[in-house]
């Protein structure tokens, strides 16, 4: 199973889930609102015959930089990469990379500020 590593001075608000099977990295400083969920490994689902439950995963690690804000019940993908001092917005659901200093809000083809 993956490990999860967590930098200094991270906060939790309540009910986060960090799900791991390849490995969550979360860089320093990086707060959470409520209910926060980082998953890095899905269900695979492609033989009808069989139960999902007995077909296993796919999994890629997640990597969220450091001091960034994960706003309440944002779900973060397998396989992602957040940049250093990200925004991610209420409600998002993040299955691609966001470039460190962006700004992310309801959809993530809308990022709203990019690092200068």
């Known amino acids: 199973m993956g490990g999860v590593k967590i930098g200094n001075n991270c906060f939790f608000n309540n009910y986060c889930t960090l799900a791991a099977r390849a490995g969550i990295t979360i860089g320093d400083g990086t707060l959470f609102g409520e209910n ?6 899905n269900h695979c689902y492609k033989d009808r015959r069989l ?3 007995e077909q296993g995963y796919t999994a890629a690690p997640v990597s969220i930089g450091k001091h960034c804000w994960i706003g309440s019940h944002v779900v973060i993908l397998k396989g992602v990469t957040i940049g250093d001092y990200c925004v991610i917005g209420a409600g998002c659901v993040i299955h691609q990379d966001v470039p460190g200093g962006s700004v992310v809000v309801c959809k993530q083809d809308r990022i709203i500020r990019h690092p200068s």
Do not use: E, N
Request: no cysteine.
């Open 51 to 53: 139960p999902i439950k």
């Open 36 to 41: 926060v969920k980082v998953y890095d490994h």
